[in-house]
Structure formats: structure tokens, C-alpha cells
């Protein structure tokens, strides 16, 4: 009996104060909105040229009257999980959602490189400023934020570091390029990236291990991930890392981000670089952060 005693007062302890309960997932991420028979959601498939080549894309347009904040979501390398739940979940919280492959990736026209990849980011983000598309999709150009998972991450701080105007970043698990260059110096990380880059190839055009290699090494300085943070300074930054991916880069980047913009919000959790067991939470991560950037949207 003492033992019984003793094993229920420890799952007591372990479930925190009595009547405690875990915060409520956010409404969007779980349920639909109700209906909006004058405006309601819709998805518009898109192409975004862009140098030698152009972007396929589509545009989760929101529900309702009026202007809407807006999401640049960017997948990783080679984009295999496009977080396309996020999409959804933003959307339901009242948010427009652009998402899209790079020049090269996954069908879209021209030859992928990290450097394309870095500037069509760039090219995405003056796409959803241009008139005809605030017009088109009713582009809040106040609310605009930027998400991107892995190396969508860096593509993602990248962009919002070189305009003022967006109004929020999300990085999730991202991957820093000047750290796998550093790592090359090593066998155990070159071997590693070799793995890496061989298993990521087959959706991407043009691209070769030794082009993408030469890239990260040459211009390592330019896909300095923590140098991208501390331009974007004093905005609105959340990162979340992955035990079981990259977390250890997401903590070093959380601190070095928060040298200069201590209100940086940093989340390691248990899980892996997919977030395969994370979804809902995630999502719930993401809504919230742009209810806090934008709280008057649906």
C-alpha cells in the first residue's frame, strides 16, 4: 500500500499543481473558421520568374473583407516536408500564405543553387509588395512575415533582414551553412554532409555536391546565419529548434539573436528536424506568433 501511495503522490508531482491544465491549443489550428460566402478562402496557383528561371508557387488567399497580413512559408533542402499544415493553420487564423519552389527544386524552371535559393526568397518578398499582387490577393504590406524550416530558415533571415518593412520571422529548426562549411574541415563532417547532399539531389536541377559544396566554402561569410540575425535587430523573432535535428545550432542562434534583440524567443523541443511528432504544437507555435504581430486578423 505504501508503495501505491508513494507512486501515486510522484505522478501528482509530476503532473504539476492540482487542476493545472496545458494552455489550449489556438482555435485555428484545430477547427475551420465559419464560412464567408462574399470572400471566402481560396488557393491560387502562381508562377514568380525569377533569374534564368521562375518559381512555381501557390497563394493560400484568406477569408474575409479587406486586407490581410500575409506568410512567406519556404521549405528546406530539398523541401521534402513543405509544412503545408502550417499553411492551413495560418490561413484559418485569418493570414494570406505564399509558399513556393525554388528555381530548380521540385519542377520549378532554371538551376538551383544556394545563392538562387537565397535570392529568390528575395524575390518572393518584392512579389507580395508589388501593387498588382496587393490588388490581386489583399496584401496587408504592414503584416508581412516570413517563416522557413532548415534552410528555408536562412533563406527566410536572409530576406527579412534586408527590408525593414517585414514585420516578423519564424525559424524553424533552421540550418546555418556557415556551420557545415566550418565542419568540413573535418572528415566526420564532410562524410556527413556527402550523405546529406547525396540523399537531397534527386528533386534539385543543376545542382551538384561539389557546386553546392564550392558555394558554402567559398562564401562562407555570405550564409552566416547568426550575421543574418543580428542585421534583422529588434522585430519580432521566434526560433524553434529540434532536439533530434539541429537544435544545438537553434540555441546558438537563439543567444547570439538575443545579444540584440532581447524579446527573441527561443524553443528547443524533443522531437525531430520534421517535427514528425510536433505538427499540432507547431502550428500552434506559428499561429500565435502571428496573432502577436498582427492581432486584429481573423
Do not use: C
Request: charged residues 15%; proline residues 7%.
Amino acid at each position: 500500500m505504501r508503495r501505491v501511495q508513494a507512486l501515486v503522490m510522484a505522478l501528482a508531482l509530476l503532473a504539476g499543481p492540482a487542476g493545472a491544465k496545458e494552455p489550449p491549443v489556438h482555435p485555428a489550428v484545430v477547427s475551420d473558421p465559419a464560412p464567408d460566402a462574399a470572400y471566402p478562402a481560396g488557393m491560387d496557383a502562381l508562377v514568380i520568374p525569377a533569374g534564368d528561371g521562375a518559381m512555381n508557387g501557390v497563394m493560400y488567399t484568406a477569408a474575409g473583407a479587406g486586407t490581410h497580413p500575409t506568410l512567406l512559408l519556404l521549405h528546406g533542402f530539398p523541401g521534402n516536408e513543405q509544412n503545408l499544415d502550417l499553411a492551413q493553420a495560418a490561413r484559418r487564423a485569418g493570414w494570406n500564405v505564399l509558399t513556393l519552389h525554388y528555381r530548380g527544386s521540385w519542377g520549378s524552371p532554371g538551376v538551383f543553387s544556394f545563392a538562387n535559393a537565397a535570392q529568390d526568397a528575395w524575390t518572393a518578398l518584392l512579389f507580395l509588395e508589388q501593387s498588382a499582387t496587393v490588388a490581386r490577393y489583399r496584401v496587408d504590406t504592414s503584416a508581412i512575415v516570413v517563416a522557413g524550416h532548415s534552410m528555408g530558415g536562412f533563406m527566410a533571415a536572409d530576406a527579412a533582414a534586408a527590408e525593414p518593412r517585414v514585420a516578423g520571422l519564424f525559424l524553424i529548426d533552421p540550418w546555418d551553412p556557415s556551420e557545415t562549411a566550418e565542419s568540413l574541415a573535418t572528415p566526420q563532417g564532410e562524410a556527413a554532409w556527402k550523405a546529406e547532399v547525396a540523399g537531397d539531389l534527386p528533386p534539385l536541377a543543376g545542382a551538384t555536391y561539389d557546386s553546392l559544396t564550392a558555394e558554402i566554402r567559398t562564401h562562407a561569410d555570405r550564409f552566416d546565419l547568426g550575421h543574418r540575425l543580428i542585421a534583422y535587430a529588434r522585430r519580432p523573432l521566434t526560433i524553434v529548434g529540434a532536439e533530434r535535428g539541429i537544435g544545438a545550432t537553434a540555441r546558438k542562434l537563439g543567444a547570439q539573436a538575443q545579444g540584440g534583440n532581447p524579446d527573441a524567443q527561443l524553443m528547443v523541443w524533443p522531437t525531430d528536424h520534421s517535427f514528425s511528432d510536433k505538427r499540432i504544437a507547431l502550428a500552434d507555435a506559428l499561429v500565435r506568433f502571428l496573432k502577436s504581430v498582427a492581432p486584429t486578423a481573423r
